[in-house]
Each structure stands twice: as C-alpha cells, then as structure tokens.
C-alpha cells in the first residue's frame, strides 16, 4: 500500500464550481500535510500547509484533514480556468511524500 | 526575496554519462531537498541536505549523489546515467529540515 494515494484524474468543471480533490494516508502518525499546485513543465507551488486535524482557509481554497479516516481534502470555491493544473498532496517532515497528482480542467 | 533557483533548464546527457544538477535555496533557507519526478506521477524524495550534511535519503541508488555548499547551494551528481534516469529533478529549500518546502522550476534530463 502507498503511504499517500491520490486518483490522478482527469477531474473536468465547468467554471464557477466547487472542486474537491482528495487523498488517503496509510500511516496514522503523520501529522503535516500539504497541497501543491504544479503548472505544466513547472516546479510545484505551496499552496496549503495544515497539521493534525481540522479545517484551514486561504482565499478561494480550504484544506481539510480527518484523522479518524485519514482522508486529506483541498476544496476550491468558484474555479477559475487559471486553476487548471495538476494538484499534489503530500504529507509533510523531512521527507515529503506525494501522491500522484490529480490532473483538474476548469472550463471557461 | 529571491525563490529557489535551479539550473540547468534542461539538458540532454547519453546512457552511461555523468550529469549534475545545481540549486540555489532561498533566501535565509538553510535545508535543501531533492525530488524525481518521473512523467505522470509525484516527485520522489532523493536526499535532504541540512547545513552541508546529509539528513535523510530515499530509496536511490548511490550512483545519486550531492552535496550542500557553506551557501546552503547544492548540487545533485547523478553517475553512469540510466534510460529511466530521464525526469524532472527538483529542488526545494526550507528554512529547518521539517519546515515548508519551497521548490525551485526543476530540470529537465532527458537520458537517450
């Protein structure tokens, strides 16, 4: 089993929806958990950093982690097509471990 | 503040060369982190570099290689380069080894 697993998609909305992309984590001891946004044939980019369990918001985006199921959530409100791109969840420490990235299309 | 700066963009080596890679970390970052990612898929851990010492390493064979320079710049030394070689390698800085990770464009290997 994968330490974080994540469904690579395709995910395709149209613009204005509400976007919800999720992973799993086999290891109930991490703690640190993270989405990155990654553009086509570019480095990925911070976009949410959370601990332990709960909800956070930033904008547009809220990252959620749910401990008793270890399910990781990062959900978008009124997508954009600019958001088109492929989402990683990682879990955090040293050693960051990624899922596979969930390729999303927004169209305009 | 300048980001994380890597180089080359990308580059073209043949199966058996030698290539290295180099990051600069950001700005007051004094942790350096390397990353495969191969097509489709999340980037893997390589190695960690806290103050010029390794602190951590995946599971790459030794033929993968770096170093931290008293800068906190680095380099990734990758030898008698494979087919399956060919990704995108990056680098991330972070102000301590466990803290948010910053990630530089990448390079690009292309092994033929």
């Known amino acids: 089993q994968k330490e974080v697993e994540q469904d690579p998609g395709p995910l395709s909305v149209p613009e204005g929806a509400i976007v919800s992309l999720n992973c799993t984590y086999s290891n109930s001891a991490f703690q640190y958990f993270m989405w990155y946004r990654q553009y086509s044939r570019k480095g990925p980019e911070l976009l949410m950093y959370t601990y332990s369990s709960g909800n956070k918001e930033d904008g547009r985006f809220t990252a959620q982690v749910d401990k008793s199921s270890k399910y990781i959530s990062l959900f978008i409100r009124d997508s954009q097509p600019s958001d088109s791109a492929t989402y990683l969840c990682?879990?955090?420490?040293?050693?960051?471990?990624f899922g596979a990235g969930t390729i999303l299309r927004v169209k305009s | 503040e300048t980001g994380v700066t890597q180089s080359p963009t990308h580059l073209i080596k043949t199966r058996g060369q030698q290539v290295t890679l180099r990051c600069s970390s950001q700005?007051?970052?004094?942790?350096v982190s390397w990353y495969q990612q191969a097509l489709g898929q999340g980037p893997q851990f390589i190695f960690q570099?806290?103050?010029?010492?390794?602190?951590g390493r995946g599971n790459f064979p030794p033929r993968f290689s770096g170093l931290q320079f008293p800068n906190y710049s680095s380099e990734l030394n990758v030898n008698a380069l494979e087919l399956d070689d060919s990704a995108l390698y990056l680098c991330?800085?972070?102000?301590?080894?466990?803290?948010?990770?910053?990630f530089g464009p990448g390079t690009r290997l292309t092994v033929l």
């Open positions: 991330a800085s972070s102000l301590s080894g466990v803290g948010e990770q910053f």
């Open positions: 990682a879990k955090g420490g040293n050693k960051l471990v």
């Open positions: 700005s007051g970052h004094n942790t």
């Open positions: 570099y806290y103050r010029e010492e390794e602190n």
